[in-house]
């Protein structure tokens, strides 16, 4: 297969990850031929993505294809894109809250939307990997994008411009098994679904406590062959087949705040472990622990007032505003989650892919 020598390509990093965002005119309209090219592109299949863009890590591993929408509800269309670093893998199977921080500046950059006048720009995103509306909001001046700020994200070294991204109710169910609790593998699990399928599990029901650092629990391989077991299972029960292959549902151990917050987690995405939290990883978990009988319930301290949440993760923590109501017949639904962000260009330019054919298989 081949595909352009060259093509323009913008690197920005998006809340805590680290992604390359393309135009989608600019990327072959054909998905094999497109994914062999990002497969170049990032350096992939190689633990260190040496000869390309990709850092050897899922967070860094990432591509955004972004194009101006068709739907009235939207302006822009985003389609994320997780390229394997080991494997030859390019999947659209989940979506990224992280990169959607730069999707916004990426498309007042590539003047796809016009900046607005009020040193603020609103940008509709509708997600195409879950079909979901987004609306993300981050500061221009006189018709750039405002990277600078005070913003403080954990997990990112200093302070930036804030990026204000907004998720209206979902479009599927938050309980995908129907159920606030089931059990998969011996283990007492809450499946949830808000942006991010995910499985929530208390860590002590594993025998970890919630609080190691991700490379001691990397290396914890019987932990592995459990956590394998339980996403397999609980993929199927939640409609999603067989997850083998597949970087959805994640799993989030639970474990008692020690910051101040409503949880401890460590997520695994799916086999390493998150150094923070997806955005819409939080998103799913900050619903599951609202959700009454779900495994959060012995674990979490839920603030008694408001939407906002914090999570605690392995590099500090993630506020976030997300609601719950019972809609007919009791079942729980998600309203409005918002979260702030931020995002920073940090190349554009020309990117050379590693020419096909030239793989080398590890
Ligand atoms: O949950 C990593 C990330 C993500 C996903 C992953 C994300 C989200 O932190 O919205 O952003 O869960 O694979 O970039």
């Known amino acids: 297969m ?22 989608a005119g600019d990327l072959p309209a054909e998905p094999a031929e497109r994914d062999d090219l990002l497969l170049r592109v990032m350096g992939s299949p190689d633990p260190r993505q040496i000869d390309g863009l990709g850092g050897a890590h899922p967070l860094t591993s990432k591509v955004a294809v972004v194009s101006v929408s068709a739907d009235p509800a939207a302006d822009i269309d985003y389609l994320f ?8 893998e390019v999947s659209d199977r989940q979506n990224c809250g992280n990169l959607l921080a730069g999707v916004g500046p990426f498309a007042v950059e590539r003047g796809l939307v016009e900046p607005g006048e009020e040193g603020r720009t609103s ?23 405002l990277y600078t700020g005070s913003a403080e994200i954990s997990g990112v070294p200093g302070t930036a411009a804030p990026v204000i991204v907004e998720f209206p109710r979902g479009s599927g169910p ?18 949830v679904d808000n942006g991010m399928p995910t499985v929530l599990v208390t860590a002590s029901s594993l025998d970890v406590t919630g609080y190691e650092t991700p490379k001691d629990l990397e290396e914890d391989l019987a932990l592995a062959d459990r956590l394998r077991e339980i996403r397999l299972e609980a993929g199927k029960l939640m409609g999603l087949g067989d997850v083998e292959n597949a970087t959805v ?21 799916p086999v ?5 939290i997806g955005v819409l990883g939080a998103a799913s978990v900050a619903a ?26 392995p590099t500090g923590y993630l506020d976030i505003e997300s609601g719950l109501a019972y809609g007919p017949g009791g079942v729980p639904e998600a309203r409005r989650t918002a979260v702030v962000r931020t995002a920073r260009k940090i190349f554009d330019g020309t990117v050379f892919p ?7 298989q590890p």
């Open 123 to 145: 940008v509709r995103i509708r997600m195409l990997n879950s079909g979901d509306l987004a609306v993300v909001s981050f500061p221009t001046e006189d018709g750039r994008v």
């Open 272 to 276: 390493r472990c998150h150094t923070s």
């Open 174 to 191: 938050l309980l995908p098994t129907g159920h606030a609790r089931d059990t998969v593998a011996g283990i007492a699990v809450t499946c």
């Open 354 to 360: 590693r020419p096909a054919g030239a793989a080398h």
């Open 2 to 23: 081949s595909g352009p020598e060259e093509l323009r390509c913008m690197l920005l990093r998006g809340g805590t990850s680290k992604g390359a965002y393309f135009l």
């Open 288 to 313: 599951g622990l609202r959700v009454e009988g779900g495994v959060g319930e012995t674990v979490a301290r839920l603030p008694e007032h408001g939407d906002r949440l914090r999570i605690e993760h």
């Open 81 to 88: 894109l997780q390229v394997g670093v080991e494997r030859a």
């Open 249 to 269: 549902p994640k799993v989030t151990l639970l474990a008692p705040p020690r910051a101040g917050g409503a949880v401890t987690t460590r997520t695994f995405i």
